[in-house]
């Protein structure tokens, strides 16, 4: 099992920045990738980034160039740093981890990002 916690979501204007943070607990060595997915309203939830355990990532293309994944492995924490924000970056942004061998999918409960003036 693995225990994911989200922070940092909030309300900034367009063009603003915010850091999310993903702190994970339980059987984090069995991790193999962990991502940010996001959730419009009346959307799907979308990948939006995600890191593997080698350290390879990869963004949707609506991010790239603005977001950034990255993990600090001593704290057990994932973060997305997120610039040049646009309103349709506004969505309930969750924490995922992946554990191959065995298809597991776990989720964090999510923050809420809004991007408005």
């Known amino acids: 099992q693995v225990q994911l916690v989200e922070s940092g979501g909030g309300l900034v204007q367009p063009g603003g920045s915010l850091r999310l943070s993903c702190a994970a607990s339980?059987?984090?060595?069995?991790?193999?990738?962990m991502g940010w997915y996001r959730q419009a309203p009346g959307k799907q939830r979308e990948l939006v980034a995600r890191?593997?355990?080698?350290?390879?990532?990869n963004y949707a293309d609506s991010v790239k160039g603005r977001f950034t994944v990255s993990r600090n492995n001593a704290k057990n924490t994932l973060y997305l740093q997120m610039n040049s924000l646009k309103p349709e970056d506004t969505a309930v942004y969750y924490c995922?981890?992946?554990?191959?061998?065995?298809?597991?999918?776990?989720w964090g409960q999510g923050t809420q990002v809004t991007v408005s003036s």
């Open positions: 890191i593997t355990s080698g350290g390879s990532t």
């Open positions: 995922n981890a992946a554990i191959f061998r065995v298809g597991a999918d776990y």
């Open positions: 339980g059987s984090i060595f069995s991790i193999n990738a």
